[in-house]
């Protein structure tokens, strides 16, 4: 009997292991850092403005919703990660784009 429980505890737990692997996003993870990291510095270099800073992080706490929202259940499945992938895939673009651009003045004459 002990041996009986013994084992199914031991189950239990190597199942609960598991469902807490399956919910790990590091690649997920370090991007959002790595993006993050650069709308800083796009700031720092005056790449962005405020308006063009607030909007790309508002994007990357979408992205966060949206991988919270994919953990809640234990498992982030390989739907939820492309999902998160095309949208990280977009906001790199956008961080890009607004960084690299030059900003536009208004001239009066």
């Known amino acids: 009997m002990k041996k009986m429980l013994f084992a199914i505890s031991g189950m239990m737990l190597l199942m609960a292991g598991v469902a807490v692997a399956?919910?790990?996003t590091p690649r997920i993870d370090q991007r959002q850092a790595n993006q993050e990291r650069q709308i800083d510095q796009g700031i720092a270099s005056g790449g962005?403005?405020?308006?063009?800073?607030?909007?790309?992080?508002?994007?990357?706490?979408?992205?966060?919703?949206m991988e919270n929202k994919a953990k809640a259940d234990g498992t982030v499945t390989k739907k939820e990660r492309?999902?998160?992938?095309h949208a990280q895939d977009r906001a790199s673009g956008h961080i890009t784009r607004e960084?690299?651009?030059?900003?536009?003045?208004v001239r009066y004459r």
């Open 22 to 24: 399956q919910a790990e």
């Open 48 to 65: 962005l403005n405020e308006k063009e800073a607030a909007r790309l992080n508002k994007q990357q706490g979408h992205i966060d919703n």
């Open 82 to 85: 492309a999902k998160i992938k």
């Open 99 to 105: 960084k690299h651009h030059r900003q536009q003045s």
